[in-house]
């Protein structure tokens, strides 16, 4: 092969290459971005919570399973406002938790304050204290199934402090 048609044969292949680079490049940035999108974390933004609020049969709102909970399993964590029992008053008296202090009283947010009663719950709660303040963390005391409504046992205390029996 002589210079001249090692030249000619380069111009005739140079469009052909480019058009190979040109397809890798595309095929590599669409395979990239697909496998971006498998890979990225699922978040709290797209994951769907485990309770929503609705209706109650018991009284007034409940607090419902959205999908089906095992036991042990982490059903919410709310954060907490801790007030002085003096700042407490009104409906809002029938909301809050007694905390360790005895002149303390926690007023969870998120769905904390809006679990019905029941003798025999389904879910339990404990305070945890965290960098951000203390959480109300609630858990599941047993398997729970999607749209049941979750209960809580408000405890005796809660009761005697209204003078009227509890129920179950």
């Known amino acids: 092969m002589t210079l001249t048609e090692s030249f000619e044969y380069q111009k005739q292949m140079e469009p052909a290459i480019f058009s190979l680079y040109a ?4 095929i590599g940035i669409a395979l990239g971005f697909l496998l971006a999108r498998k890979m990225q974390p699922v978040t709290d933004e797209t994951a769907e919570a485990p309770v929503r609020v609705g209706q109650s049969n018991v009284s007034g709102r409940g607090v419902f399973a ?5 036991n042990g399993d982490l059903v919410e964590r709310c954060p907490v406002l801790q007030l002085d029992e003096n700042d407490i008053g009104g409906e809002l008296l029938n909301y809050v938790f007694y905390g360790d202090n005895e002149k303390k009283r926690l007023v969870a947010l998120g769905n904390g304050m809006l679990f019905n009663h029941s003798s025999f719950p389904n879910v339990a709660y ?24 979750l209960f809580y046992n408000y405890g005796s205390e809660w009761w005697t402090t209204r003078n009227i029996s509890e129920t179950s």
């Open 23 to 26: 397809t890798v490049f595309i």
């Open 126 to 149: 404990y305070l945890e204290e965290t960098p951000l303040g203390p959480e109300l963390i609630i858990y599941a005391l047993r398997d729970i199934r999607k749209g049941e409504e």
């Open 66 to 70: 959205t999908r089906n909970i095992k």
